[in-house]
């Protein structure tokens, strides 16, 4: 697939390079010639150029593309000028960092869906970990109420049998899927780990050390784990 980044900063420049590792097509635009040097030898193509000029954009025919992120961090105006002209030309698919909560209500007065939230992602992910006790691993945002989780099993529930344990009763959390770690070699003989879901949960299916479960919850009740 082929997809254009603006703007190279440190977000910029790891998906541009992350994306080009497994396979895709990237355009990286900048206007700082500092940061087109840091990648110009690690994606297709690297362009100096001005993403609030109309004109300049237009010539590279975006629209085309399969996707455009836009990952300004600290411009809010020229990453809104951005996005403004990237619809303007027919682009579909754009996906545009947020850097502030007005950013983000900018974004999706203008249509934008898929916003990005670094700093956020990041903030809320540090006080998961706080709050479950370091069991915290993935989430999935569904709704501003609605969560999935995916949690270590704590030492205390190791060897109890899930079909015993009322999730919803004890912890405010739906049980969705119990998933299992699995050691594996590749091809060349490296230890690697692999992940599997437990699709038939049984009478007799335990909770071993190095599992995790999928929940379905809110935030606050991860909080549970920190005493597990």
């Known amino acids: 697939m082929k997809f254009a980044i603006i703007s190279l900063g440190k977000l910029g420049q790891t998906l541009a390079v992350s994306l080009t590792k497994i396979g895709h097509e990237i355009l990286g635009i900048d206007g700082n010639p500092q940061n087109i040097d840091a990648v110009k030898h690690d994606i297709h193509t690297a362009m100096l150029l001005d993403s609030t000029d109309e004109e300049a954009v237009s010539a590279l025919s975006l629209e085309k593309l399969d996707g455009v992120f836009v ?4 411009d809010f105006g020229r990453s809104v000028e951005t996005v403004a002209i990237l619809k303007k030309l027919g682009v579909k698919n754009i996906i545009a960092r947020s850097i502030s909560v007005i950013h983000t209500t900018v974004l999706q007065s203008i249509g934008i869906e898929k916003i990005m939230e670094p700093e956020y992602d990041y903030a809320v992910n540090y006080v998961l970990k706080m709050i479950s006790g370091g ?4 989430r999935l945002t569904l709704s501003p109420m609605h969560e999935i989780f995916i949690v270590d099993v704590p030492k205390s529930m190791v060897g109890e049998k899930i079909l015993g344990i009322n999730f919803d009763s004890s912890f405010h959390l739906h049980f969705v899927a119990l998933r299992k770690k699995i050691k594996t070699r590749n091809l060349i003989g490296m230890q690697q780990i692999q992940y ?4 038939h949960i049984a009478e007799d299916t335990t909770l071993e050390d190095g599992d995790s479960i999928v929940f379905l ?6 909080k549970i784990f920190r005493n597990m």
């Open 71 to 74: 990952a300004y961090s600290k």
């Open 135 to 138: 069991h915290y691993q993935d």
């Open 196 to 199: 599997e879901i437990v699709e």
């Open 217 to 222: 919850g809110q935030m606050e009740h991860l």
